[in-house]
């Protein structure tokens, strides 16, 4: 009879045990050959909510492995462009292939006029949000502060900025639940400038995007195709604050 209350509790209790699992594989280039010290990370994730992230670096053979992590393998090495995959977690093994990073893609420094005009937001990076559109401040959070950005299409769609000194870049950036809805995904760095830049397109065709550099993220979800083209505009405005500037 406790055998039978045992699995009965267990069939109950089902939906809110953490089935993480082990991964692990070979990372090499687009050559074929392997890469070392590439940053493989996981997150294990508590049955109460929350995680917590898993690290590995590749050997010289390109191999890594990490233990009791979720669904999503990001892999990060600078010089390469970002690669994230997602596994079923009865699948042991993933494996990646990274690419050099898109040597295209620079951030600009900001000129002394841009870094005073009103209408730019950000710590680091300055995004430029054309005159009015609606700006709503969110309240600080430790030494955090956010502004949102309203789609003036609708007024409900709306862009996220966060600004301050405990928003360094930190794996694995994008949420790791934006990919678990089967989007689409293209994904690029700037190694030198410290940035990186994730576009993602939802099955029923809502966009969503998270660009981070050290101390600035801006980031929209589940938006319309209008509202995506309207936030990407201002966000190819960022600049680099240069300080020390007159």
């Given at each position: 009879m406790r055998l039978v209350l045992f699995a009965l509790l267990l069939s109950l209790c089902s939906p809110v045990i953490v089935q993480d699992t082990e991964v692990k594989g070979v990372v090499t280039d687009a050559k074929g050959q392997p890469i070392s010290n590439v940053d493989a990370v996981g997150l294990q994730h508590f049955a109460a909510g929350g995680y917590i992230k898993v690290e590995a670096?590749?050997?010289?053979?390109?191999?890594?492995?990490?233990?009791?992590?979720?669904?999503?393998?990001?892999?990060?090495?600078?010089?390469?462009?970002?690669?994230?995959?997602?596994?079923?977690?009865?699948?042991?093994?993933?494996?990646?292939?990274?690419?050099?990073?898109?040597?295209?893609?620079?951030?600009?420094?900001?000129?002394?006029?841009?870094?005073?005009?009103?209408?730019?937001?950000?710590?680091?990076?300055?995004?430029?949000?054309?005159?009015?559109?609606?700006?709503k401040k969110g309240k600080p959070d430790d030494d955090t502060w956010s502004v949102f950005v309203i789609f003036p299409g609708n007024h409900t769609e709306r862009m996220m900025i966060w600004s301050g000194s405990t928003m360094a870049w930190d794996l694995p950036a994008a949420p790791e639940a934006w990919y678990l809805d089967g989007s689409r995904t293209e994904e690029r760095a700037n190694a030198s400038a410290g940035a990186i830049d994730i576009r993602g397109e939802m099955p029923g065709g809502k966009r969503w995007r998270s660009l981070e550099w050290p101390f600035d993220v801006a980031e929209y979800h589940d938006v319309s195709e209008a509202a995506a083209g309207f936030f990407d505009k201002i966000i190819s405005s960022g600049c680099r604050r240069t300080f020390g500037a007159n």
């Open positions: 670096k590749t050997n010289e053979q390109g191999r890594y492995e990490l233990s009791r992590v979720g669904k999503v393998v990001f892999f990060r090495k600078a010089k390469y462009r970002p690669v994230t995959k997602v596994r079923a977690l009865a699948e042991g093994t993933t494996n990646a292939a990274l690419e050099t990073e898109d040597s295209g893609w620079t951030l600009r420094s900001s000129t002394p006029s841009e870094q005073s005009e009103k209408r730019r937001y950000g710590n680091n990076l300055l995004f430029m949000v054309p005159t009015g559109v609606m700006v």
